[in-house]
């Protein structure tokens, strides 16, 4: 990709090489820069902040935040 995130470019790409519409789309990142791409591509953006990343970089509208990955499913709602 010719820009990195927090343009939206990477996760754009893998939606239409995949086949699917971005509002389909979940993305699960721990980094601030990841979330603003998800957001940016329109795709549900789940941030993790069980590791180093703070939860505050994380947080913004059109993103769950979480701390323990056994919860990703239930947050997915699979």
Same mark, same amino acid.
């Given at each position: 990709?010719? !820009? $990195?995130?927090?343009? *939206? +470019?990477?996760? #754009?790409?893998?939606?239409?090489?995949?086949?699917?519409? *971005?509002? !389909? =789309?979940?993305?699960?990142? +721990?980094?601030?820069?990841?979330?603003? /791409?998800?957001?940016?591509? @329109?795709?549900?953006?789940?941030?993790? =902040?069980?590791?180093? %990343? *703070?939860?505050?970089? #994380? /947080? @913004?509208? $059109? %993103?769950?935040?979480? +701390? +323990?990955? !056994? /919860?990703? *499913? @239930? #947050? #997915?709602?699979?």
């Amino acid at each position: 990709m010719a !820009r $990195g995130k927090p343009a *939206p +470019d990477l996760f #754009l790409h893998a939606a239409r090489t995949m086949g699917v519409e *971005p509002s !389909r =789309c979940a993305v699960v990142e +721990d980094s601030r820069y990841g979330v603003r /791409a998800a957001r940016a591509a @329109g795709m549900r953006s789940f941030g993790y =902040c069980g590791g180093l %990343t *703070p939860a505050e970089w #994380l /947080a @913004g509208e $059109g %993103t769950v935040v979480f +701390d +323990d990955m !056994r /919860a990703l *499913p @239930g #947050l #997915l709602g699979v």
